[in-house]
């Protein structure tokens, strides 16, 4: 009995110690580009996914946001919030915005865009738009005649929205900030490119700046933004931010990406029908191998079966043979992708007008697609071993 069980893992043994070592080498390299090809699509839409939402948190929302009342214009006693708000465990920054309802002009081109006043160093400790400047200086406490725009803002060549940009604004131009019927003028201190387009159509100017615009807005806020520790529990965060009674509706950075969510559902669409393919894809190469390998090979299981090797130990050779080949696809395909393609696009990532994205891919997803490459193989290999080992013995022995 323990040598019937031995048996195949020792015709397995012999099928690729005697083979030959250059279709050996090329059906390992179909394998490995088989096993690849099936974690590649999935890993890149991933790395948009995870890329875009980055970007909404880090540009946009932070962790967690807060917005006025249903019915009210602002969050009122703004800086009693964010007091509030810094004394919350897991809490590392908030930044206060509030929005200005106004218009920009630069020489004949006007525009509406949405322009907020900040606090700089709060700004800086949520938000990465600092770190963005393409051109100029981000702004400084104090700065009241100075404004920081986004480059769909700016404009210039190749730039997504040019049509509706200032078309090459510069750093130390001058624009009109119109509001109420009243101008003043704001000299372009800085201009960001976050490489996400909804955030490159904004500007920026302190709240110094907004006291003398419009006064009524002291100490009040239409978006607080929050920045928090990854290791706690947003959900917990949240619960405490409630309880601090501030004046505003409380959400996680998840609740505002309605777009993402529907481009994050057309991707999963795209990604299953890639992994069918992919896997089909794997089957037919594998099927292809196996069945190639088992035609050359029916003399040789013809005179097996003449010596009284059962059929089903004969199938269950090959079907570790498929099995072998296939992990040994799944343990270079992983190698290569994890040492070199991964890397690469690390250092070359996918300039998209939402992102730079870069291959992601989750171990738990890694080992679900090992397991299928595993089972295609095991399946695949079944098939043509059965179809050859119920081949009369004279006939396989013959090569008929």
Not at 74 to 83: C, T, V, Y
Not at 158 to 178: H, I, P, Q, R, T
Request: with cysteine; hydrophobic share 45%; net charge positive.
């Amino acid at each position: 009995m323990m040598r019937q069980l031995i048996l195949p893992f020792y015709l397995t043994w012999q099928y690729i110690r005697r083979g030959r070592k250059w279709t050996l080498l090329l059906t390992l390299f179909l394998m490995t580009v088989a096993f690849i090809n099936l974690i590649f699509i999935p890993s890149l839409f991933n790395g948009i996914i995870d890329g875009a939402n980055k970007q909404i948190i880090n540009t946009m929302t932070g962790d967690i946001y807060i917005t006025p009342k249903d019915g009210n214009d602002f969050i009122n006693q703004k800086e009693w919030a964010l007091q509030q708000l810094n004394t919350i465990d897991g809490i590392e920054a908030a930044s206060a915005k509030t929005l200005v309802p106004a218009r920009l002009k630069y020489k004949n081109i006007g525009g509406s865009w949405q322009i907020l006043a900040v606090d700089p160093d709060n700004e800086k400790r949520v938000s990465n738009i600092s770190q963005k400047i393409v051109d100029g200086s981000y702004l400084s406490a104090g700065d009241k005649g100075q404004i920081v725009i986004g480059r769909q803002i700016a404009g210039g060549k190749d730039v997504e929205e040019n049509a509706f940009s200032f078309k090459g604004a510069k750093v130390g131009d001058k624009v009109l900030m119109d509001f109420n019927g009243s101008s003043k003028e704001f000299t372009i201190k800085g201009i960001f490119n976050s490489k996400f387009v909804e955030s490159d159509k904004r500007a920026f100017i302190t709240e110094e700046a907004l006291q003398g615009i419009m006064p009524k807005a002291t100490d009040k806020a239409t978006t607080i933004n929050i920045k928090t520790d990854q290791s706690m529990d947003q959900s917990k965060i949240i619960e405490a931010i409630n309880q601090k009674n501030i004046d505003g509706k409380v959400y996680s950075w998840q609740e505002s990406t309605g777009l993402m969510k529907s481009v994050s559902n057309s991707f999963l669409s795209i990604n299953v029908l890639m992994s069918i393919t992919s896997v089909l894809i794997a089957a037919v190469t594998i099927l292809i191998i196996i069945y190639v390998t088992i035609i050359n090979k029916r003399k040789e299981i013809g005179i097996l079966r003449a010596i009284g090797i059962k059929p089903y130990i004969i199938i269950f050779s090959y079907v570790i043979l498929s099995a072998v080949y296939a992990l040994a696809g799944v343990v270079l395909g992983t190698l290569v992708f994890l040492t070199i393609i991964v890397p690469y696009f690390q250092v070359h990532p996918f300039v998209l007008p939402i992102c730079n994205a870069v291959l992601v891919l989750s171990w738990s997803d890694l080992i679900i697609r090992a397991e299928i490459i595993m089972w295609v193989s095991v399946i695949a290999g079944f098939i043509p071993a059965i179809i050859v080992t119920r081949t009369k013995m004279l006939n396989a022995i013959l090569g008929k």
